[in-house]
């Protein structure tokens, strides 16, 4: 039986989920994200990074998510970037599933239902998103979801010792 995903604003109890996931899959990460202080990996570091999004919420400027199956936090989901002036109206999607729910369709049903919290809510046009050259599994996601690519960012983020490039996405929502 295929588990429901759905996706709401995060909380402050999400620190410790969040945590969990972190640490368990800190080598599956590694080679995709940023480098980051210890205190970013405990339920504690994770509260004051979840206690600075709702002010950038308020101002318009990010939608800070998580994912859920079942109604676990098994992931997170953010619009950042956003620009909403009626001249631009767009946002950039980021996002991660944990190990133990990937392979189960929840990303690509989350990046749907943020996708339409861009048109619906946010009231955005355009959806931006960069993966790693690597990460062949979100740029599937991103594909399916009507992104299509649009460009390499070249040297574009400094992950696992060295720059590295990142493929540029976009998708015009309401099409």
Do not use: K
Request: with cysteine; net charge neutral; proline share 7%.
């Amino acid at each position: 039986m295929r588990s429901s995903t759905r996706i709401r604003l995060i909380e402050p109890t999400d620190a410790g989920p969040i945590a969990a996931h972190r640490v368990r899959d800190f080598e599956a990460f590694r080679p995709r994200e940023p480098d980051q202080p210890a205190s970013f990996f405990t339920p504690e570091g994770q509260a004051e990074r979840i206690d600075r999004l709702p002010a950038g919420y308020r101002a318009g400027t990010v939608w800070p998510g998580v994912v859920l199956a079942d109604d676990l936090v098994i992931e997170q989901v953010t619009v950042g970037g956003i620009l909403p002036q009626p001249h631009l109206r767009r946002g950039s999607v980021g996002y991660w599933i944990a190990s133990v729910a990937q392979n189960q369709g929840h990303a690509g049903r989350a990046v749907g239902l943020v996708l339409r919290v861009m048109t619906d809510e946010l009231g955005l046009h355009r959806a931006e998103a960069s993966a790693n050259l690597e990460n062949l599994p979100s740029q599937r996601v991103l594909r399916r979801n009507g992104f299509s690519p649009c460009g390499v960012a070249h040297s574009s983020i400094f992950l696992d010792g060295s720059w590295r490039d990142a493929l540029l996405w976009e998708r015009v929502l309401g099409d």
